[in-house]
């Protein structure tokens, strides 16, 4: 006979003590506020998102907070049944974030160092494309505290350096600060908050990826749970003691697909791959991976720090810095040649030059890194492919910062990591392995040479900038009229199923990530990979960029979901998107043009939304004639909306993103319609945040040419 | 909720065969349903157990008036022994099954036809019995092995090997109660003995002899029959096969192999699948050969060749009635002696090959081992030649058919729960997560859904309507016979039948891939359950009695049916019946067999006729079970 409290009973005690919490946080604004109060959390179109996704409901106001608390309620059910547990479960998360909005009431900001609280919207979607490509293999929560910080710390870092998401609710963040532990969105480890109900903000963030990039409709209750359960990799690391009311929160996450790992003995029960009772909390990282399933992408390189994308997000100040390559002061570069096989020896790792102990601290530096790759399927289109992944690939290193590319590269060795022992050849480790390990298909052999003699990197940069000059050359040649076939990339299917991208010279895929070459390539290197050719056949109508084998590709892909996809033409059956898109366009109607944003641009635009919230207009997979998602080099692209009158009807962008593209834009609009600094002419968050009259004025002042076009509506 | 093809109801399945009865009522061919209401109502006195025909002073039938027979045995000395009779036939059945099976592995060599194909599991199983094993020719140990398995039958002294298999505190109740039994043909005698004219009128000494009884079929024939069957055909694996009168094919020679041996079906499924036979329709510009199952041979080869399974018990008579039947091969049990009348209105040959069921106006081909092979291909041979002769203007297949997926040996079942363990904290070979899931309340429990069917009451109904109100409740089903081939042809053997069921068997079914109704075999792998729920009890370390795990057999009509319940009760799992056994006219009797066993081993019968009733009685029973776990 057991002696201990059922699990279920457990649960059904907890989801009542978050459900008192709930009516007690409410009851308390309700002291200072009337029920027409506004309930929003910041930068996000999808409301208090649990309660969103699950009912549909929006609670725009206090009054229909206190609907939704009620709602709750009648989903505490307690039958001795699992779905009584789930719905239980999943009602405590709602009532937690119930509690959690009370906090941000009247504009209140209830978070601060180390906690975050509520993530935007921008941060959840820039998650998308390393969740796809399993650079981030999952999620992990972990509640409460271990016994020290030392053991906190240990497993933070374990997750870390798997490149697994860490969000963290209650003690273990203080713990992690204590321990000196870097902690923001960028190197993936986010202290949510102190109390229990903070955890509502984690799992907005799965229930989020639903409706973000599997186009689940909010008030799709099953919808919802089965795409967390199918494709979001999260965990729970509960720490003992693990109370009711974690126990009912857990109740939820296992609802969610996602399993528990505590090391509470203690009246706790064991349920296969849901409920894992692991006293030995320094298994508890192996534990969780295993329990979810995470697929971890193996890079086993000789180096003496940590490797892993977790680290990408990391920065090395300038008092930390124990030596600086910077191309913009000193010749530095980075370069792939391709060449014959004789000519290459593999794993041959050569620094020519001084190494790193032989700079001061805080010293600057030449640097120039060349790897050469042959084998008998490269081709030389591959290299800007491989040498684009440079960036990810040194950034990956722990305490190596690297930003630009070519002759503009800035790489910073941080003192920490120079104390580990890292030294130039480990640069070398690094290319090597990842080149090998990401095209191991098509090259056989690999060697990398580091240079930093100041004399040999002048003239290799001299020679690099030909080689450079050529490959843009080849760029500009590869029109979407001169290549004979497109490409079909599929790589976010896992998140959002019905998507297809089409990617062509002129249009790369809407993530930013995938190119007409790197699709190409990856097509190559797997023919029955993501990437599959497209032959692009005769088009109906070249203007909106109908091909008929380009619908025929997407109905195949899509497994029917898409019928129609013009190339050219926001208005005509526009590109899907899978919601990871670097930038969003959509029609504001007083000038007639469109209005871009770029996930990073939070504040409102003169179309009346924010990013986030023009981006729930689209993604997953569904089309919205007016919208539209795509990646920022496609904005200076001929192609761009070409149908509907091009780039001519762009005429708001986010300032940091006119900078960004400005250059090309510029040379496009001159080319296309005799127009020199058009940029000057698009409204910016300097001209106007919100106002659509402002804009026009601005326009009509700078002669803008939308205002000569037909109207799009 | 997910886009599932729909489930086929049973209103469907009664639709088919309405339509197939009007076709025999038009050729003037006689079928069940109207032999069924030719023999309505049924005898009061052997409804009750209460008619002695066991000497020829009578037959005696008990009444008010005379309320005892000639000798003066009562209403519940004459029950009893009828129903001691029943499970002694019922256990002689399997056990004379697994006996020609051990005959077979006694004939093994490595050239055929038949040969030993699961040599680890006849390792386990020598050494289980002390046979040397180690530098010794894989055909010595099965022929030692099979003398071994043969004495279980007449051992001199001694007692029986498999109940050891049982956790101990079982062993101890078999042992305290003394029916822990010594050998199959023994016990059988001794109960025929004991219910002789002038022996035993005492109801508890004839139940006892009838547990230890049907314990040497359950834990003896039975589960003799299904080791030794997988060591000679493989122990079964999973397979996606698909099941009702559609798998019938309008342009292929259908052959339906029909009974419960498969040393037969193997045989023929073997030869229809050879060259020599192909090449054979090919000269004859037939398509291909469609080998199908039914009754509890379908469930067999199913679960070892993934052959398609045509229908249980009563859709016997409807395969032949498609008019689309070139043969039917028949082997042992529950074929109708029928059948060879109703085939001769079509082209359908009708071939019996067992001495064991000769039926008149049949092909009898006595079918041996040594020419397996031979008499196999002749017979597919003729199947084809006589393909010819369908006639099809007579030929209505109907079209209802639904994907399965098949084969769960406790085997099996353990590779399912290994996926599901976490290796930084679990053990792998056990039930231990199925036990975890368990005591957390994610699933209540675990139901084994066995049995025929019975024109007694609406055919399928009970089974269909049972399987979905458990699976509604978190309880998972695991099934055999003609029950798992109602789940097969519903569609309820489907994987996504988990929509079909509660949040926490829909969860299990997820991260173990599985369908939420097990096939776990014919009715002789009711010995598979058996080790089942012996294993849930040894890796929960409590008693059988106490794990909610119980049995049910809703629409049970034969001999065997009611020895199965009697081992399933006597291994202290609860039975819950459908329809009532017959020993109704003694009091004493309904009491020994609904309560007086609980009292000696903790399981007992559990009578509802009403389906609807029985599930509650069922999922009640399970709860109560929970509640006194503390769970």
């Known amino acids: ?713 | 909720m997910a886009d599932v093809k729909k489930f086929t109801t049973v209103e469907e399945l009664e639709a088919d065969t309405t339509k197939l009865y009007e076709r025999a009522c038009e050729l003037c061919a006689d079928t069940w349903q109207q032999r069924a209401e030719a023999q309505k109502n049924h005898c009061k006195f052997g409804e009750g157990g209460i008619c002695c025909k066991n000497c020829s002073m009578g037959p005696c039938r008990i009444t008010p008036k005379a309320p005892k027979g000639i000798c003066g045995a009562d209403a519940h000395a004459i029950a009893a022994r009828n129903y001691l009779r029943m499970i002694c036939a019922g256990t002689s059945s399997h056990s004379d099954h697994a006996r020609e099976i051990l005959h077979v592995l006694h004939e093994t060599k490595p050239e055929g036809p038949y040969i030993v194909r699961d040599e680890q599991k006849l390792i386990r199983l020598a050494r289980e019995w002390d046979v040397a094993v180690d530098n010794r020719d894989i055909y010595s140990i099965a022929h030692e092995v099979a003398e071994k398995g043969l004495e279980e039958f007449g051992k001199s002294f001694g007692e029986m090997r498999f109940p050891s298999r049982a956790i101990e505190s079982q062993q101890a109740i078999w042992r305290r109660e003394g029916i822990w039994p010594r050998a199959i043909d023994r016990e059988v005698v001794t109960s025929l003995h004991m219910t002789h004219m002038g022996n035993s009128a005492d109801p508890e000494a004839l139940i006892r002899q009838g547990m230890r009884t049907a314990l040497s079929h359950g834990w003896g024939g039975s589960m003799l029959g299904t080791e030794i069957t997988d060591i000679l055909f493989g122990t079964p694996t999973v397979w996606e096969t698909e099941g009702n009168l559609g798998v019938l094919e309008n342009d292929l020679v259908n052959i339906v192999v029909h009974g419960h041996d498969p040393v037969f079906s193997e045989a023929i499924v073997t030869a229809a699948e050879s060259k020599e036979i192909l090449d054979y329709a090919k000269s004859k510009n037939i398509k291909g050969i469609n080998v199908v199952g039914l009754c509890c041979t379908a469930n067999e080869i199913a679960m070892r060749h993934g052959v398609r399974m045509v229908g249980n018990f009563l859709q016997q008579e409807n395969a032949i009635l498609t008019g689309a039947v070139e043969m039917m091969c028949v082997d042992i049990q529950c074929i109708f002696p029928a059948l060879p009348q109703l085939a001769q209105c079509f082209h359908t040959k009708f071939v019996t090959s067992s001495p064991i069921a000769r039926i008149p106006g049949a092909d009898y081909v006595e079918f041996n081992p040594s020419t397996a092979s031979e008499q196999a291909k002749l017979l597919v041979k003729q199947a084809i030649d006589n393909f010819e002769y369908r006639d099809t203007s007579k030929v209505w297949i109907p079209e209802s058919k639904q994907t399965a997926v098949v084969g769960y040996p406790t085997e099996q079942i353990i590779k399912h729960l290994d996926a599901i363990t976490n290796s930084h904290v679990d053990e792998i070979g056990s039930y231990r997560p199925a036990v975890d899931a368990i005591k957390a309340g994610v699933l209540r429990g675990a139901v084994a859904i066995v049995g025929c069917n019975n024109p007694r009451v609406r055919p399928d109904f009970s089974h269909y309507e049972i399987i979905k109100t458990l699976l509604k409740n978190d309880i998972l089903v695991v099934a055999t016979g003609c029950a798992a081939q109602l789940a097969t042809k519903t569609g309820l053997m489907r994987k996504e039948a988990k929509f079909e069921c509660g949040a926490g068997l829909r969860r299990v079914c997820d991260l173990m891939d599985i369908p939420p109704v097990l096939h776990m075999g014919a009715c002789v792998d009711i010995s598979r359950m058996m080790l089942l729920a012996n294993g849930i009890a040894r890796d929960w370390g409590i008693n059988l009695d106490q794990i909610p795990v119980v049995g049910c057999a809703p629409e049970w009509m034969s001999e065997k049916a009611v020895s199965i319940a009697n081992y399933v009760v006597s291994t202290g799992l609860d039975v819950y019946l459908g329809i009532e056994p017959q020993v109704n006219g003694s009091s004493q009797m309904m009491e020994w067999i609904t309560e007086g066993t609980r009292k000696l081993t903790g399981g007992g019968f559990i009578i509802n006729t009403d389906p609807e009733q029985l599930v509650k009685n069922i999922i009640d029973g399970i709860e109560a079970k929970r509640k006194a776990l503390g769970i």
Not at chain 1, 361 to 376: D, I
């Open chain 1, 1 to 713: 006979m057991e002696t201990k409290k059922t699990l279920f009973s457990r649960v059904f005690d907890g989801s009542d003590e978050m459900f008192a919490w709930a009516e007690r946080s409410i009851a308390e604004v309700s002291a200072k506020y009337d029920d027409s109060t506004p309930i929003a959390y910041q930068n996000t179109a999808y409301f208090l998102a649990i309660l969103y996704s699950m009912t549909g409901r929006k609670n725009q106001t206090l009054g229909e907070l206190k609907e939704s608390l009620a709602w709750c309620k009648s989903q505490m059910t307690k039958d001795e049944r699992l779905d009584d547990v789930f719905r239980s479960g999943i009602a405590t998360a709602c009532a937690a974030e119930i509690i959690e909005a009370c906090k941000y009431v009247g504009g209140a900001t209830p978070y601060s160092e180390p906690f975050y609280g509520h993530m935007s919207d921008a941060e959840v979607r820039e998650l998308g494309v390393p969740l796809v490509t399993g650079d981030i293999p999952g999620f992990v929560v972990l509640i409460g505290a271990a016994p020290s910080d030392d053991q906190t710390a240990e497993i933070i870092k374990s997750y870390q350096s798997k490149s697994i998401y860490v969000f963290l609710v209650g003690e273990c963040a203080i713990q992690a600060q204590r321990k000196g532990l870097t902690m923001n969105h960028a190197v993936r480890v986010y202290p949510v908050g102190m109390e229990l109900p903070s955890v509502a903000h984690v799992v907005s963030v799965a229930v989020r990826a639903a409706m973000i990039f599997g186009g689940i409709q909010p008030g799709d209750y099953e919808g919802i749970k089965k795409y967390t359960f199918d494709r979001v990799n999260a965990a729970v690391n509960a720490f003992e003691p693990v109370p009711d009311i974690t126990v009912a929160c857990g109740g939820g996450a296992i609802a969610y697909g996602f399993p528990v790992v505590t090391n509470d003995e203690k009246d706790m029960w064991a349920v296969p791959r849901s409920l894992i009772i692991q006293p030995d909390i320094t298994q508890f990282v192996d534990t969780a991976i295993e329990a979810r399933g995470m697929k971890l992408k193996i890079t086993n390189i000789d180096i003496p720090v940590a490797y892993a994308t977790a680290f990408e997000g990391e920065v090395i100040r300038k008092a930390d810095m124990q030596v600086e390559a910077n191309g913009s002061r000193h010749d530095s570069l980075e370069l792939c040649r391709l060449r014959e096989l004789s000519e290459v020896e593999d794993h041959k790792i050569t620094v020519v030059g001084k190494d790193l102990e032989e700079y001061e601290f805080g010293s600057q530096m030449n640097l120039a890194m060349v790897v050469e790759v042959a084998g008998k399927k490269m081709q030389p289109d591959f290299e800007p492919v491989f040498e684009r992944q440079f960036h990810a690939w040194i950034n990956a290193i722990e305490g190596v910062m690297h930003t630009g590319q070519r002759d503009m590269i800035r790489v910073r060795v941080g003192k920490q990591a120079y104390e580990a022992g890292f030294r130039l050849k480990h640069f070398g480790e690094v290319l090597y392995a990842m080149v090998k390990s990401e095209y191991e298909a098509v090259v056989d052999k690999c060697q990398v040479t580091i240079y930093t003699d100041a004399e040999t990197v002048k003239q290799l940069r001299a020679e690099a900038n030909d080689v450079y000059d050529k490959r843009d050359a080849r760029l500009l040649s590869l029109t979407d009229e001169s290549v004979k076939d497109f490409f079909s990339c599929i790589m976010c299917q896992s998140f959002s199923p019905s998507h297809v991208c089409i990617v062509t010279p002129e249009r790369l895929g809407l993530c930013g990530a995938v190119s007409w070459l790197d699709a190409k390539a990856t097509y190559e290197l797997d023919n029955s990979g993501p990437c599959r050719i497209v032959p692009k056949g005769d088009s109906t109508d070249d203007v909106i960029g109908i091909w008929p084998n380009v619908d025929d590709a997407v109905q195949q892909y899509s497994m029917g979901a898409l019928e129609h996809v013009t190339l050219y033409s926001i208005m005509q059956d526009p590109m899907t998107s899978c919601g990871c898109f670097e930038c969003i366009c959509g029609i504001e109607p007083t000038s007639g043009g469109v209005v871009i944003v770029n996930r990073e641009h939070v504040p409102m635009t003169p179309l009346g939304m924010t990013f986030s919230e023009m981006a729930s207009m689209t993604g997953g997979g569904v089309q919205t004639p007016g919208y539209m998602g795509h990646g920022k080099h496609f904005i200076a692209s001929k192609k761009f909306m070409a149908a509907d009158g091009g780039s001519a009807r762009i005429v708001w962008m986010p300032k940091a993103l006119k900078d960004q593209v400005g250059e090309k834009l510029n040379k496009t609009a001159k080319e296309l319609f005799g127009i020199d600094n058009f940029t000057d002419s698009i409204g910016d968050e300097t001209i106007t945040e919100d106002d659509p009259e402002a804009l026009l004025n601005f326009l009509t002042e700078h002669n803008h040419p939308v205002l000569t076009l037909e109207p799009l509506i």
